[in-house]
């Protein structure tokens, strides 16, 4: 496959919702972040309240739910006690993601872009993924997560490549928003959303690459 004359070279991964079906353990750091504060339990029911928890970054996720300066920085030290290794079996990789990785690895370059912050690198440790990925950009490695192109820019300056070289698999609005802003083409995982590509199951990177 190739874009504007340039072979593809690097493939860029989100996290949730693509690597993984995470929506469970999200669910579960988030309902005992409110318990910790003395909060009501959220519902499963509030489609806003559950997309932004799996969608934003762990900072301006507990800003949205807790808006004032005080709260928040308690709500920050509560997500930081939390041990997250306790809700990583809650996590389930998506269907072929390890064999598309392997018949990738060594084709392209692997990368990660996730809003996720500092739980990522132990979940790619714990899956046994760690030794896929060249680079793990997360929200705590950036001024600007996720829709700002900062991080996906800060992939395309590791390996060294324009943006039309490289593919970004996402789930939401927020990863192409940033694939847009980055001038990334687009992958659409399992999601209704305006895309370069979509794919329903990994082994159709494959495909893509050609």
């Known amino acids: 496959m190739s874009s504007n004359g340039g072979a593809i070279k690097a493939v860029i991964y989100d ?4 690597m993984f079906d995470s929506f469970e ?6 309902q005992r ?17 559950m997309r932004i928890l799996h969608t ?20 920050v030290r509560c997500a930081g006690a939390i041990d997250y290794r306790e809700l990583v079996p809650l996590m389930i990789m998506e269907e072929g993601f390890r064999e598309a990785l392997d018949t990738l690895k060594g084709r392209v370059g692997l990368g990660v872009c ?4 500092t ?11 760690d030794s896929y990925f060249s680079i793990v950009m997360t929200a705590s490695r950036v001024t600007n997560p996720k829709p700002h192109p900062e991080p996906l820019l800060k ?7 324009g943006p039309r070289e490289a593919l970004f698999v996402g789930d939401s609005e927020v990863d192409r928003l940033s694939a847009e802003a980055a001038g990334v083409p687009f992958v659409a995982y399992k999601a209704p959303l305006p ?16």
């Open 15 to 18: 996290c949730d919702g693509v």
């Open 25 to 30: 353990a999200n669910l579960a750091f988030y």
């Open 33 to 49: 972040i409110m318990e910790m504060m003395g909060r009501p339990r959220l519902s499963r029911d509030n489609e806003e309240q």
């Open 56 to 75: 934003y970054a762990n900072r301006e996720v507990l800003a949205h739910f807790f808006p004032s300066p005080g709260d928040w920085e308690e709500a």
């Open 114 to 117: 996730t809003n996720r912050s």
């Open 119 to 129: 739980s990522m690198d132990m979940v790619l440790r714990l899956f046994s993924l």
């Open 155 to 161: 992939v395309l300056e590791h390996f060294g490549i």
């Open 195 to 210: 895309a370069a590509y979509r794919m329903e199951h990994h082994r159709e990177i494959i495909d893509l690459l050609g």
